[in-house]
Each structure stands twice: as structure tokens, then as C-alpha cells.
């Protein structure tokens, strides 16, 4: 009688290297993953919250519950909970084979490969934001934030603000490195100060922000003139804070995992995806910046 291993399993080779085999791949040099409902469960998550944006507008007035605003925060928070409990789960299970890999190099490098497809889609989105203010901006003259005597546009707290989130992808690259080389604690210091200095970056802009709508630099506080500058203002610097909290959820989770030792040997994708979420972070603000505050 032969024995059958179970559908994943991980054996020790004759070099004592952990490897995989599955049902019907006996190869030990392969490691085929088993199928996961994880990808189609965090695409049923954000394919729920466009449609509780539309409700929460009343675009979809006279189609039932989607119609009601109450149901659209439902949905809304519903689907961002599926989302990041499935990403998690999702992220658990990819942590999970990592010790039935053959090649960790490889895979090092297959996720790195990933991640940069990942950046390359973000880039495209806020692409989408660029072309629109270009387009507008060449076609239409007074397309820009408003004159008026006592408006400040920008200024000396943008310039801070954005010393400060440079300044973070500094701190963040030299703890990347602390960590390749082994020295921890140098590592978790400068992780937290960066994290510090994002929180401090996200102040600034929520302290501008109360600046300008206080003044009433709204798209529905303006005349048809500049508030469609104010419109792409707020998606873009929205869109950017956004991803600059997801990158400090990254960040934080890093320097939780250095606090229970998780990372060893070349193991330490996450603190690459983290350390290159943030330059990208970084980049998008200095475009961002050149874009919304010189030209504009």
C-alpha cells in the first residue's frame, strides 16, 4: 500500500531544507499553493463600498435599500471590514506557506515583483489626478485657487509638512537597512520616528484643510469658477493622506514585528514592501506638491 501525503504538507529533504508536496506534484522543487476563497473575498469587499459611496449620495435613488444613505454607511463600513479582515487573512495564509517554499530567494523576489506591479497600479490612479489638472489647467486659464485679499494658498505649512514626510523616507531607509544588518534596536527607534513624523505630516494637512474649508475652499463653497480646482485638491491630497495612513499601518506592524523577532535571516519582505510603500508615498507628494501648489 502507498502512503499519500496530505494535499499540503511540507517534507524534509535529504539537505534538511523544508519543501512541499501536494497531491499529483511530487516534485520537490515545486510548492504548488493550495486554492484560497481569500482573493475573491477581498474583491467582494471593495466591490461593495463604490456602491455605499452611490447610496450615501443618493445616486441610486428608487432602487430599494441602495437608495436609503443610512444603508450606504452600512455598506460602506461593511465592505472596508471585509477588506482588511480578508486581506489579513489573505496575508496570514501567504505567511503561512512561506515555510514549505524551496527557494526563499525566489519567493523574495516573486513578492518583490508584486509589490512593484502593486506601486505601478497606484501610480496609475494618481495619474488619473495629474491628467485631469493638466488638462484643465491648459485649457482654462483660471483654473487655480481663488485671489481673494486674505486667501493663503499653500505656504510656509505646506513647506513644512513636506520637509517633514521627506525627511520620514530618510528615517525609514535607514531603519530598513539597521534591520538588514542586524542591529534591531537602531531599527525600531528609527521606525518609530517615522512614524512620528507621518502622524505629524497627517496634522498638517488636517490642520490645512480646516484652514481652507473654514475660508470656504469647498467644491460647493465656490462659484462654478474654482471649484473644480477644489474638487481635484481635495481627491488628490485625500487620495495621498490616505495612502500615507495605509503606510503607517505598514510601518507599525513592522515595528511590531522586530518587538517579537519575526524577522530573521533574509526574511523581511514586509519591511521592504513598508519601506518601499513609503518612498512611493514620498514621491506621489513631491508631484502632488509641484502639481496643486507651484503650478496651480
Known amino acids: 500500500m502507498t502512503d499519500h501525503l496530505p494535499s499540503s504538507s511540507a517534507v524534509v529533504a535529504p539537505g534538511g531544507e523544508a519543501v512541499a508536496s501536494h497531491a499529483g506534484h511530487d516534485d520537490p522543487m515545486s510548492h504548488v499553493p493550495p486554492p484560497s476563497l481569500w482573493p475573491l473575498l477581498v474583491t467582494a469587499g471593495l466591490t461593495v463600498i463604490p456602491f455605499g459611496v452611490l447610496s450615501l449620495l443618493g445616486t441610486l435613488k428608487g432602487f ?3 437608495g436609503d444613505p443610512t444603508f450606504g454607511i452600512f455598506l460602506i463600513f461593511g465592505g472596508l471590514l471585509v477588506f482588511i479582515y480578508c486581506l489579513m487573512g489573505w496575508g496570514h495564509q501567504i505567511i503561512s506557506e512561506k515555510v514549505i517554499s524551496h527557494d526563499a530567494s525566489a519567493q523574495q ?3 518583490q515583483l508584486f509589490l ?3 506601486l505601478c497600479g497606484e501610480l496609475m490612479a494618481f ?3 495629474f491628467a485631469f489638472f493638466y488638462v484643465r489647467h491648459a485649457g482654462d486659464p483660471n483654473f487655480g485657487p481663488p485671489h481673494a485679499e486674505g486667501f493663503h494658498f499653500g505656504g510656509p505649512l505646506v513647506a513644512y509638512a513636506t520637509f517633514i514626510l521627506l525627511s ?3 528615517t525609514c531607509e535607514f531603519a530598513h537597512h539597521a534591520l538588514i544588518h542586524h542591529r534591531p534596536v537602531l531599527a525600531k527607534v528609527l521606525y518609530a520616528l517615522t512614524i512620528v513624523l507621518g502622524v505629524a505630516f497627517l496634522g498638517f494637512q488636517g490642520f490645512e484643510w480646516g484652514e481652507l474649508i473654514n475660508r470656504g475652499f469647498t467644491p460647493l463653497g ?3 469658477e474654482h471649484s473644480s480646482f477644489a474638487a481635484v485638491f481635495y481627491v488628490g491630497t485625500g487620495f495621498h493622506g490616505l495612502h500615507v ?5 505598514m510601518l507599525f506592524m513592522v515595528l511590531a514585528r522586530i518587538q517579537t523577532g519575526h524577522f530573521r535571516d533574509e526574511r523581511h519582505f514586509s ?3 513598508a519601506s518601499w510603500y513609503w518612498h512611493f508615498v514620498d514621491i506621489v507628494w513631491v508631484i502632488l506638491f509641484i502639481t496643486v501648489y507651484v503650478v496651480g
Open 64 to 66: 430599494g435599500p441602495l
Open 109 to 111: 523576489r516573486d513578492l
Open 116 to 118: 512593484l506591479l502593486f
Open 127 to 129: 495619474a488619473a489626478v
Open 168 to 170: 520620514s523616507s530618510v
Open 222 to 224: 465656490l462659484n462654478n
Open 245 to 249: 495612513a495605509i503606510g503607517l499601518v
Open 271 to 273: 519591511a521592504v514592501a
